[in-house]
């Protein structure tokens, strides 16, 4: 035999030389969570190793997060209920929780890229990405735009340097963009969750921010788990309104929707390796089934196989020290 494939896999050297995809700190972005209080480092039970972190803690948090060489967070608030309404009134609050530790955030690391995340669910007391009709249940998408535009001004008057609009209503990116725009914030960046399907992973991150639907589910905006070209019709969408980066969420049972629109787009590619996906690695890892260190591994250098150029991870602190 003249082809012998197996002589590039006979010892680590080799391999070293010829392997296609690495993952390195700088395809990175840390998902964190903030909450009221001070000197809190509340652990979250359906995560093992993460934690709720009150403003100064987070930014203890992030400054080590920084020197590792992640250069981008993604901040999600766990809002006190009783500043919950039908209206996520309080997500344009300047002086709230989260454009404060936005902002406390880009005075204490100023080269720390902050996403900030764009739905209502968080402040909302019916737990939805959308405006509620008190009458008819419905999630009104429309009126749903005019909330998301104050609050994505409002996130960028605070510091953030990457808009994350993860609700899924129609048109919401081009609406998002034409409203920043207009308050001459023309460089502050859409990372568009354009590919986001109603998926049983999210249970862990609903934990820890309490942001569960009060009733119903999040079917009629959120994806169809079964589709998979229309996954790619939302991304282009986004890409035509505006969006400066594409998310498929989750990740890992969505590996062949990264690839499908890795060969649709030339915008950069990110996929959410979401609360589920973490939590069943540690789950086994903890019963001794799994190694968590190599199967963290497999799984994130699978994102880069499938065509991301970023991957938002809760293994982020993890792999960074590794890579290092």
């Known amino acids: 035999m003249k082809i012998r494939p ?38 979250i039970s359906s995560m093992p190793g993460q934690f709720r972190f009150s403003v100064d803690i987070l930014v203890k948090e992030v400054k080590e997060l920084h020197n590792l060489g992640i250069k981008c967070i993604s901040l999600f ?6 500043l919950k309404d039908s209206w996520a009134k309080e997500s ?32 909302s007391s019916d737990g939805h990405d959308g405006f509620v009709d008190p009458k008819t ?9 005019e909330i998301l535009a104050s609050m994505a001004i409002t996130q960028a008057q605070a510091g953030s340097d990457i808009i994350g609009p993860s ?26 969750y ?39 019709r939302e991304a282009l969408l986004d890409e035509k309104e505006g969006a400066d980066i594409l998310m498929v969420k989750p990740g890992l ?30 789950a086994a890892a903890e019963k001794g089934w799994l190694d968590s260190e190599k199967c963290m591994v497999e799984m994130l250098t699978s994102f880069k196989r499938a065509g991301c150029d970023m991957v938002l991870t809760y293994f982020a602190k993890e792999m960074a020290l590794l890579s290092r």
């Open 6 to 43: 197996r002589r590039n896999r006979k010892n680590e050297a080799i391999r070293s030389l010829v392997r296609e995809n690495i993952v390195t700190a700088n395809d990175l972005i840390a998902p964190l969570f903030v909450l009221g209080g001070t000197g809190i480092k509340d652990p």
């Open 194 to 232: 354009s590919s986001k399907y109603a998926s049983s992973f999210y249970g862990p991150f609903r934990d820890a921010l309490d942001s569960a639907p009060k009733s119903g589910d999040k079917k009629t905006y959120q994806m169809d788990f079964s589709n998979s070209r229309e996954a790619i």
């Open 92 to 123: 344009t609050n300047p002086n709230g929780l989260y454009p404060q530790a936005i902002k406390a955030i880009k005075d204490a690391c100023p080269d720390m890229m902050v996403m900030t995340d764009v739905a209502m669910d968080p402040y």
């Open 253 to 282: 049972p969505y590996l062949d929707i990264i690839a499908k629109l890795r060969e649709a787009s030339n915008l950069p590619i990110a996929a959410y390796n979401v609360s589920g996906e973490y939590a069943m690695i540690k």
């Open 137 to 145: 249940g419905e999630i009104v998408n429309d009126q749903t735009l």
């Open 77 to 82: 608030p766990a809002i006190d209920e009783v």
């Open 167 to 192: 609700d899924m209503m129609d048109g919401r990116v081009g609406f998002i963009r034409s409203a920043l725009d207009q308050e001459s914030f023309q460089g502050v960046s859409i990372m568009s």
